[in-house]
């Protein structure tokens, strides 16, 4: 007990004070969740495999039909996993880039920008920890508004066009038990390639107290990225961007399974995730939060 006191009293914590209580991941999340850009992006995954499926019954088959190129699309109304996979191809490209770095973008930024970040600080939160717990809310957001779009578009692509096997773009079946464990893994590894835009937004988010700055400065580099991709007289050196595979998921519907991109994907994906993620940790630590 005395012991206990000394600490304290060499310290200055207040009595009864604890590092670890303050800032609970239940609460920053709550808050978070009560915001209206969450409900915003919560109401639009559920709703855009809604409207791809209205689309696809308003557009019939003939001109997919017509069209030699095989793709995801040409196969979306086989069942409702064909559906749920097109709607990833859909969207992994920019669509989950921009909730990715809407939810770590927004998250320091925004209190910076309300004057709220300092009061924080005060309670006080650890500045680490209440960095932490920001990322973590911020991953456990993204990833939800991913499984949501997936559910949806799983059950409500199963009410519309039945809850058979997935036919590959390539003809070749895939029972269901294999699929949802293919889907799984996709997931995953959208999971870590997005954590990069995420890790890159949440870094900008410690640099700035302008929310749509930290946002819009990850998905503009997403972009520039992607579209530099495109240039071929880079060669080997577009294999190391932070956009590199990231539609390596899709070598998940082969039979067997080319892991190599995949695995290099998401090494790739962890580093610069990591280092990001370290920079924004870093910057924080010695900032002087006045706002």
């Known amino acids: 007990m005395s012991s206990a006191t000394d600490t304290r009293s060499s310290t200055g914590a207040a009595p009864g004070y604890r590092p670890g209580r303050t800032l609970r991941l239940g609460v920053e999340l709550r808050r978070q969740f009560k915001r209206r850009r969450t409900l915003g992006v919560v109401a639009l995954m ?40 097109f709607v990833l191809f859909a ?3 920019f669509f989950l880039v ?6 770590f973008g ?32 911020a991953l456990v957001l993204s990833v939800g508004s991913m499984l949501l779009l997936v559910v949806v578009a799983v059950v409500a692509g199963g009410i519309a066009f039945g809850f058979g096997d997935v036919q590959t773009p390539i003809g070749v079946a895939l029972d269901q038990g294999t699929a949802y ?31 749509l700055a930290a946002v819009g400065g990850s998905v503009f580099t997403t972009i520039v990225f992607a579209v530099l991709e495109q240039v071929e007289q880079l060669g080997a050196i577009r294999d190391w961007f932070p956009t590199a595979f990231n539609y390596a998921w899709t ?18 994906g962890l580093v610069w995730s990591a280092v990001f993620t370290a920079l924004a940790f870093r910057h924080f630590a010695r900032k002087d939060v006045t706002s």
């Open 46 to 85: 559920a709703a855009l495999p809604l409207i791809l499926i209205g689309a696809l019954q308003l557009g019939g088959t003939e001109e997919a039909a017509e069209n030699t190129r095989v793709n995801l699309v040409d196969v979306a109304s086989a069942s409702g996993l064909n559906l749920t996979l």
């Open 91 to 93: 969207t992994t490209g």
């Open 98 to 103: 921009v909730v990715f770095a809407l939810f």
């Open 106 to 137: 927004d998250t320091v930024a925004s209190e910076a920008s309300w004057g709220s970040l300092r009061y924080a600080l005060a309670t006080p939160v650890p500045r680490m920890r209440l960095l932490r717990q920001k990322w973590l809310a």
């Open 181 to 211: 464990l293919r889907l799984a893994g996709m997931l995953g590894y959208l999971t870590v390639h997005l954590l990069v835009v995420g890790s890159l937004a949440f870094w900008l988010s410690t640099a700035t107290d302008a929310p």
């Open 251 to 268: 070598d998940l519907l082969q039979t067997p399974v080319d892991s190599g991109d995949l695995f290099r994907g998401v090494v790739q």
